[in-house]
Each structure stands twice: as structure tokens, then as C-alpha cells.
């Protein structure tokens, strides 16, 4: 369905820590962007509305909405009404779209975050030209979506590509989805706090001082940066989350056959260094690796635009 005419589109991309809006074009460029920070799991569902409505207003300053896409943190219906379940989020088959519908006054149109990110990265992106395609976001965890064809497949009830709750370790971390092992407890922006909270416990790490002495400050950019100066923590840190990236997605790999896997999310701005440990684990885990072509594993082009990019192109399309 395609946005009326007369006004702006505006994607936004709600996530575990961060609400961000923007105007978007047809050509998947973003201006006048507002942000706010995700009220939590433990707040009332009105909250989260609330922080949707002023970002979504904030980025349209003052221009008539033509319509309106979201990108959820969450399992979206497969008739894109409802946020049936979010880990992140107190959203439990909450009517997202007709709550927002009745406050913004035009067309809302809601997606799972990873599928608009997907939806972006083949239209914009680093999947373009691409026929099938496996996209993995890694953020506060980890969602993914499959391409096939350019369409993104959503499944029987709207919840395919929910890579980032598969058990990889029995009776392993505690996840917030409420069971032990998923994925994301081992390659994540939270995995990658964790692990360097623990090895700072077996060597110096510039990160103690990032953090003035206290491992709770501890954040995915302060690994990052610490990671680029040389800091053997952060390195050893990122070096297990690529390789747990890789095996997870060896396992996709095998099950799927993609031409390309597109690495997203806040995460991936590490580059290489999340990327290379994750190719050299994706090579040794793969199923009959020396027997058929590989797909690359690529930095998705659009940074964390791209959620807010494709719920935008719910609209656009």
C-alpha cells in the first residue's frame, strides 16, 4: 500500500534500548531524525506509546503525516496489527497499529524490526541484486530475517527469522525471552558487556578506567573503542561473539543455502573485527564447507538506519 501524497513518511525503529524516527524518501534517505530511550520491559505499555507518538511527531516537525512504518523489537502478527510477544519490551498481543492509527490520524503500517531492516538492505542495501538473503541485526540481542526472491518471508503466523532465541546451549545463560541457551546470550551487544565484565576479571583492560572503576558502566562502544586501542579484554571479548556469530550461523546457513548473509544491528559497527572471527568460525562449522560455495558474510550498508529505512518501505511499497 502507498502513502498518500501531500506529506512525509516517517519510519521508526523501536528497540530494546532506543526509539528512533525519521523522515524517509523513496530513495532510503533519512533527515530530521528524533530519538528517545526505550522506557524498558517494566514499565506499562502506554509509556512505550507514548515515546513512539513524541518521536514520530518530533521528527515530522509540524508536516502532515502521509503515513507512518514500525519497526518492533518483537513478534509482529502475520496481519502486522499486533506485537504479540517482545523480550525487550512489555508488549504481550498489544494492537500497536490501531493504538497509533488512533493517535497520528493516518496510516500505520508495523513490521518485525529485523524483517524492515532486511526490506531496507534489499531495496537500499547491502542485499540488493541479491535473491535470497539471510539477514542477522545484532543489537541488545539478536533478530534476523530471510529473503527470498527480494520478498522478505514472514511465515504462518508473521514470526519467521527469530534466529536469536534458538537453544545453541542447553540449560546455558538466562535469556529474557524466559528460557536458557538462545543464541543471543552468546553473540549480542549484551553478550559482549558480559564477557568483558568477566575477563577484566583475569587481566588490566582500559575499560576499568572507561568505566571509572564500576563494570555495570561497561557498554557495547565503550568494547568497541577499547577494542581499537589494542585492549587485549575487549579484543578476546569480540573475538568470542564473532565466533558464536559464526557457528549460530553456519547452522542458517545450512539450513537455507543463501547467496549472502548481511550482518547488522548496532554490533556490526565493529567491522572485521566482529566480522573476520565470525567468517573463520561460519567456514569450520559448516556443513560440507569444501563442497559448495559459501555466502559471504557482509556489513550491512545502511548502519542503524536501516530498521527505520524499511518500516518506511511498509508504506512506500
Given at each position: 500500500?502507498s502513502a498518500g501524497t501531500g506529506g512525509v513518511v516517517v519510519g521508526v525503529d523501536i528497540g530494546g534500548t532506543k526509539v528512533l524516527a525519521g523522515v524517509v524518501d523513496r530513495a532510503g534517505r533519512v533527515s530530521s531524525t528524533a530519538r528517545r530511550t526505550t522506557p524498558g520491559r517494566r514499565v506499562v505499555t502506554s509509556q512505550v506509546e507514548d515515546a513512539l507518538v513524541e518521536a514520530i511527531l518530533e521528527s515530522a516537525d509540524g508536516r502532515r503525516l502521509a503515513g507512518v512504518g514500525v519497526a518492533a523489537a518483537g513478534f509482529v502478527d502475520v496481519r502486522g496489527e499486533r506485537v504479540m510477544f517482545a523480550p525487550h519490551l512489555p508488549w504481550q498481543g498489544e494492537p500497536?497499529?490501531?493504538?497509533?492509527?488512533?493517535?497520528?490520524?493516518?496510516?500505520?503500517?508495523?513490521?518485525?524490526?529485523?524483517?524492515?531492516?532486511?526490506?531496507?538492505?534489499?531495496?537500499?542495501?547491502?542485499?540488493?541484486?541479491?535473491?535470497?538473503?539471510?539477514?542477522?541485526?545484532?543489537?541488545?540481542?539478536?533478530?534476523?530475517?530471510?529473503?527470498?526472491?527480494?520478498?522478505?518471508?514472514?511465515?504462518?503466523?508473521?514470526?519467521?527469522?527469530?534466529?536469536?532465541?534458538?537453544?545453541?546451549?542447553?540449560?546455558?545463560?538466562?535469556?529474557?525471552?524466559?528460557?536458557?541457551?538462545?543464541?543471543?546470550?552468546?553473540?549480542?551487544?549484551?553478550?559482549?558487556?558480559?564477557?568483558?565484565?568477566?575477563?577484566?576479571?583475569?587481566?588490566?583492560?582500559?575499560?576499568?578506567?572507561?568505566?571509572?572503576?564500576?563494570?555495570?558502566?561497561?557498554?557495547?562502544?565503550?568494547?568497541?573503542?577499547?577494542?581499537?586501542?589494542?585492549?587485549?579484554?575487549?579484543?578476546?571479548?569480540?573475538?568470542?561473539?564473532?565466533?558464536?556469530?559464526?557457528?549460530?550461523?553456519?547452522?542458517?546457513?545450512?539450513?537455507?543455502?543463501?547467496?549472502?548473509?548481511?550482518?547488522?544491528?548496532?554490533?556490526?559497527?565493529?567491522?572485521?573485527?566482529?566480522?573476520?572471527?565470525?567468517?573463520?568460525?561460519?567456514?569450520?562449522?559448516?556443513?560440507?564447507?569444501?563442497?559448495?560455495?559459501?555466502?559471504?558474510?557482509?556489513?550491512?550498508?545502511?548502519?542503524?538506519?536501516?530498521?527505520?529505512?524499511?518500516?518506511?518501505?511498509?508504506?512506500?511499497?
Amino acid at each position: 500500500m502507498s502513502a498518500g501524497t501531500g506529506g512525509v513518511v516517517v519510519g521508526v525503529d523501536i528497540g530494546g534500548t532506543k526509539v528512533l524516527a525519521g523522515v524517509v524518501d523513496r530513495a532510503g534517505r533519512v533527515s530530521s531524525t528524533a530519538r528517545r530511550t526505550t522506557p524498558g520491559r517494566r514499565v506499562v505499555t502506554s509509556q512505550v506509546e507514548d515515546a513512539l507518538v513524541e518521536a514520530i511527531l518530533e521528527s515530522a516537525d509540524g508536516r502532515r503525516l502521509a503515513g507512518v512504518g514500525v519497526a518492533a523489537a518483537g513478534f509482529v502478527d502475520v496481519r502486522g496489527e499486533r506485537v504479540m510477544f517482545a523480550p525487550h519490551l512489555p508488549w504481550q498481543g498489544e494492537p500497536l497499529r490501531d493504538l497509533l492509527q488512533d493517535r497520528l490520524g493516518c496510516q500505520v503500517l508495523l513490521d518485525n524490526d529485523a524483517n524492515c531492516a532486511a526490506r531496507a538492505e534489499a531495496h537500499h542495501g547491502a542485499a540488493r541484486g541479491a535473491r535470497s538473503a539471510l539477514m542477522i541485526t545484532m543489537g541488545t540481542g539478536i533478530g534476523g530475517a530471510v529473503l527470498i526472491d527480494g520478498h522478505v518471508l514472514r511465515g504462518a503466523n508473521g514470526m519467521a527469522g527469530e534466529f536469536g532465541h534458538m537453544q545453541v546451549v542447553p540449560d546455558g545463560q538466562a535469556c529474557e525471552c524466559g528460557r536458557r541457551g538462545c543464541w543471543e546470550q552468546y553473540s549480542s551487544g549484551n553478550a559482549l558487556v558480559r564477557n568483558s565484565r568477566a575477563l577484566m576479571v583475569e587481566q588490566p583492560s582500559v575499560l576499568e578506567e572507561m568505566s571509572g572503576g564500576n563494570p555495570d558502566r561497561i557498554t557495547g562502544p565503550m568494547v568497541t573503542s577499547a577494542a581499537e586501542q589494542g585492549d587485549l579484554v575487549a579484543r578476546r571479548a569480540f573475538a568470542s561473539v564473532g565466533d558464536w556469530l559464526g557457528v549460530g550461523t553456519a547452522n542458517l546457513v545450512a539450513a537455507l543455502d543463501p547467496e549472502v548473509v548481511v550482518i547488522g544491528g548496532g554490533v556490526s559497527a565493529a567491522g572485521d573485527r566482529l566480522l573476520d572471527p565470525a567468517r573463520t568460525a561460519m567456514q569450520r562449522t559448516l556443513v560440507g564447507a569444501a563442497h559448495r560455495v559459501v555466502p559471504d558474510m557482509v556489513a550491512a550498508q545502511l548502519g542503524p538506519a536501516a530498521g527505520m529505512i524499511g518500516a518506511a518501505l511498509l508504506v512506500q511499497l
